[in-house]
């Protein structure tokens, strides 16, 4: 059953690569959106509005998200660059990360297209470069996955988002 499944969706990618009527998604939702097994599935990798065909690979795409603990970590060793994507009355409101740098997810793609020393003017902190790490968060790990797959469009490698956001951050402070 599997087995026909795979080579069903083997078949069609090929044919929608070569129509290019496919619309661009997150590496995250298509990899559970055709419901096949892990090591028969084929995946459509989205980077630079060029796609990319893996086909018949058990390797995993590569992890986009940050857990409470591996945040912690880069932030206590500053190899990363935090971005909170929420609006600035929401970190009033809330609260923010410490260590992180605000850019609303509306100025996430012109943000990361300006010069270090406009970058920095504007919002604060130094501006990441495409093979910096970067950490994007938010509320709930929404608007932190589109800030990730702008970065990725742009060309930043090494990004990752904090899916748990704001609200697993305050709870995890809470807890330790």
Known sequence: MAQKACSRLAAAIPWLLANRNVIPASRRALS?????HSRCASYIHVTHKVYVLRSFSSSPLPETDVSYEQLKKLL???TSVVIDVREP???REYGNIP????VPLGQVNLALQLNPEEFK?????DMPQPTDHIVFSCLA???SQKALDQAVSLGYKDAQHYAGGWQDWAKCEQES
């Open 32 to 36: 559970n959106t055709f419901g096949t």
């Open 76 to 78: 206590a060793t500053r």
């Open 89 to 91: 009355w929401e970190l």
């Open 99 to 102: 260590g992180s740098i605000n």
């Open 121 to 125: 003017e504007k919002y604060g902190g």
């Open 141 to 143: 790990g929404i608007r």
